[in-house]
C-alpha cells in the first residue's frame, strides 16, 4: 500500500520561493505510477498543480503555475519535489501529494489518483 509524506510547510512572502517534498513508500512500485502534487484553498476545488512520470521523466503542469513550479524526483531518496517560485498570494493553499496507479495522471484530474498524503500548508502574503 502505497503511502505519501509531505514536507516543506512554511510561510513566504510574495514573490519569494519554497519547496515542498513527497517521500513516497513502497517507491518501487510507485515509481511506475504518476506522482503529483494538487492544491486545495479554503471554499475551492482541489486543482492540479503539477505530475511526472518517472519512468520518462515527463512532467505536466496546471496553468496557473507554469513557469513558476517545478516538478522533480529523487529515485534514490525516493521522494518527489516541488520546488515553488515566484510565489503569489493566490497560491495560499494546502498542498496534497498524489499518486495514480492508472493511465491518465498526465490529466491532473484529482479523481483519476489512488493515494494521498495528508497535507502541507503553503501560505504567501
Known amino acids: 500500500h502505497v503511502q505519501l509524506v509531505e514536507s516543506g510547510e512554511g510561510s513566504v512572502q510574495a514573490g519569494g520561493s519554497l519547496r515542498l517534498a513527497c517521500a513516497v513508500s513502497?517507491?518501487?512500485?510507485?515509481?511506475?505510477?504518476?506522482l503529483g502534487w494538487f492544491r486545495q484553498a479554503p471554499g475551492n476545488e482541489r486543482e492540479g498543480v503539477a505530475v511526472i512520470y518517472p519512468p520518462k521523466g515527463t512532467s505536466y503542469y496546471g496553468d496557473s503555475v507554469k513557469g513558476r513550479f517545478t516538478i522533480s524526483q529523487d529515485d534514490a531518496m525516493a521522494t518527489i519535489y516541488l520546488q515553488m517560485d515566484a510565489l503569489k498570494p493566490e497560491d495560499t493553499a494546502m498542498y496534497y501529494c498524489?499518486?495514480?496507479?492508472?493511465?491518465?495522471?498526465?490529466?491532473?484530474?484529482?479523481?483519476?489518483?489512488?493515494?494521498w498524503g495528508q497535507g502541507t500548508q503553503v501560505t504567501v502574503s
Open positions: 498524489a499518486a495514480d496507479r492508472g493511465n491518465f495522471g498526465f490529466q491532473l484530474r484529482a479523481r483519476t489518483f489512488n493515494y
Open positions: 513502497e517507491y518501487t512500485t510507485a515509481r511506475d505510477y504518476y
